[in-house]
Structure formats: C-alpha cells, structure tokens
C-alpha cells in the first residue's frame, strides 16, 4: 500500500549526489507551471538564465530574476507532485535555495468562496503519491507557512480566501462522491501539487510559500473549464510571487 512506503532511512540516490557541491546562488525559489509566465520572467529587463536542469524530456533553465532585494529565481516544472517535488531537489542543489514560493491554478470546490480571490492552503489532502515516501501517512498535511501568505495578503490588501485543498494525482478521476467527501472536511479546492510539495520541503528543512487561482468549476451540474487559461497564465501571480519573495525573512 502506497500508505505505507514511508521509510525514515536515507535515500539510495540524492539530488547533490547528482549534481555535486554548489555554490549557494539563490536565496528565493519560485515555482511556475505557465510556459507564458515563465517567458514574460525569462524576458524581463535583467533577467539571465542561472542554470539548468538537464531531464531525457529536455533542459529546464533556472532564470535569476532582476531582483534587489534577494536573490530570487523562477523555474518552470511539469504539473503533478512528482515532477515539482523532484525539481525543488533539483533546484536545491544547484542553487542551493530552501525558500520556494509555488503559485498556479486550481479547479474550485465552491466558487462562491474561492471567485474573484486567490486562496492561501493552510491544509492539504494527500490523494497523491510523493508525500508518502517523505512523510509518515495522514490524511493532510499543514501548510507550515500559510500565515506568512496570509499576513502578505492582507498588508497588500490583496483579496484571497484560507482553506484546504484536496491534492490528486487523478486528474480525470475527480469523482463526485470524492469531491463531497473533500468539501464535508473543508476543502475549497483541488490541485496537483501542495500535498507533495509541502512533504518534500517539510522532510528537508526547507520553506514553502504556495498559493492559488481558481480556474475550472466541479461545482456545478456540469464541469465548466471557468477562467482556466486565465487562472493558468495571468502573470499577475509572478509579480505578486515577486513581491512576496522580496517580504521574506530569508
């Protein structure tokens, strides 16, 4: 059982094993799943590629952004727990950064809660894989710095929601029946990435920062795919991403 792989031993293989002893480059990490935003940062006016992560599917750069304050970068990782839990790895023993601020879209629970606000995880429901291999099993996992987003938000007077959200592998197996059972407990949200993300920072020692827009709808009578391409690629996020990165205590 998948609940039950979690082994508090080390690991056969590592990530600085992989990539040797670094130089500390990056105080910051932000994590994006938008091939846009991730462009309009690459294109930003002193921007630089930092470095490279080298997979069989291709190289993913690292973009050192023209930040002041810190030094805070920008990578782009596939969707799903796997691959975004993977690269912070990556990320960490190239840059070695442990502040990673994740922000994406999500399918909304209860879109009167979540329209028009962007929603700070303070939970996350474990229906995927990775947390299990770095976490001993429960049913979520606290976001441990849901509150320092949360303060941001509120200094900023920007609008957003606190809730749990519900973390699946399944992409196309969102069920109704699962999707009550998530929102009986509290959940407003579903996505890919938080359960698994949260684990992986939480076993190394690192900070995660993550927040959310809503896009598609499994709220109603029928799935609507909302502001979807809105919630994926506005890059309103990274620039909000930017500014928090730039408040943190690092």
């Known amino acids: 059982m ?20 670094r130089e500390k480059t990056l105080d910051v990490a932000l994590i994006t799943f938008s091939s846009e935003i991730f462009k309009d940062a690459k294109e930003m006016e ?4 930092l470095s490279v992560i080298s997979a069989a599917g291709g190289k993913y750069e690292i973009i050192k952004l023209p930040v002041k304050e810190k030094r805070v970068g920008i990578f782009l990782t596939p969707c799903g727990a796997p691959a975004a839990g993977g690269f912070m790895e990556d990320v960490n023993a190239i840059t ?5 601020i994740l922000f994406g879209s999500c399918g909304t629970l209860d879109h009167g809660k979540t329209d028009g606000k962007y929603i700070v995880v303070d939970e996350a429901y474990r229906d995927e894989g990775l947390s299990y291999h770095y976490l001993p099993p429960s049913d979520y996992l606290s976001i441990t710095n849901w509150k320092t987003v949360e303060n941001f938000f509120r200094e900023h007077e920007v609008p957003h929601v606190v809730g749990k959200t519900w973390t699946t592998d399944a ?25 698994g993300c949260q684990a992986v920072a939480t076993r190394r020692g690192w900070n995660f920062y993550p927040f959310l827009e809503s896009g598609d709808k499994l709220d109603g009578e029928e799935w609507s795919i909302g502001n979807l391409k809105g919630a994926n ?14 408040a943190l205590k690092c």
């Open 2 to 21: 998948i609940i039950d792989q979690f082994i508090d031993e080390n690991e056969i293989i590592s990530a600085p094993a992989v990539y040797g002893k």
């Open 46 to 49: 002193g921007s630089s590629v």
């Open 171 to 195: 992409f196309y197996r969102e069920t109704r029946s699962c999707m009550a059972k998530r929102k009986e407990e509290g959940c407003i949200a579903v996505e890919m990435e938080i359960a």
């Open 233 to 246: 690629h506005q890059n309103r996020k990274l620039f909000l991403a930017i500014e928090l990165a730039k």
């Open 96 to 100: 070695g950064v442990d502040n990673f």
